[in-house]
């Protein structure tokens, strides 16, 4: 069974920063695509950045040129840097990891970011 460890949340103001790592138990890291998810209250688990092993990587447009996706495949570790954060990215943060080819989803317990003077 795939695990998903999740770091990094908290409370920071805005304009600051913060950055969310996810730690996969597999030995076949590469093989999955690694996303980063957010969810409101009420709200439905919205995609806030995706990445693939060679390093592709697709942004909701909300957080375009803020936030950074990155993985290090020798680590078995997805990240999400977040710069110039704002009130609206207020969530809890879930991490995901994808078989680019088969079935296969998994997802991380959350980490809840507040963003908040």
């Known amino acids: 069974q795939v695990q998903l460890v999740e770091s990094g949340g908290g409370l920071v103001q805005p304009g600051g920063s913060l950055r969310l790592s996810c730690a996969v138990s597999t030995s076949a890291f590469s093989r999955y695509v690694m996303g980063w998810y957010r969810q409101t209250p009420g709200n439905q688990r919205d995609l806030v950045a995706t990445?693939?092993?060679?390093?592709?990587?697709i942004y909701a447009d909300s957080v375009k040129g803020r936030f950074t996706i990155s993985r290090d495949n020798a680590k078995n570790t997805a990240y999400l840097q977040m710069d110039s954060l704002k009130p609206e990215d207020t969530a809890v943060y879930y991490c995901?990891?994808?078989?680019?080819?088969?079935?296969?989803?998994?997802w991380g317990q959350g980490t809840q970011v507040t963003v908040s003077s």
């Open positions: 990445i693939v092993s060679g390093g592709s990587t």
């Open positions: 995901n990891a994808k078989l680019l080819i088969g079935f296969g989803s998994y």
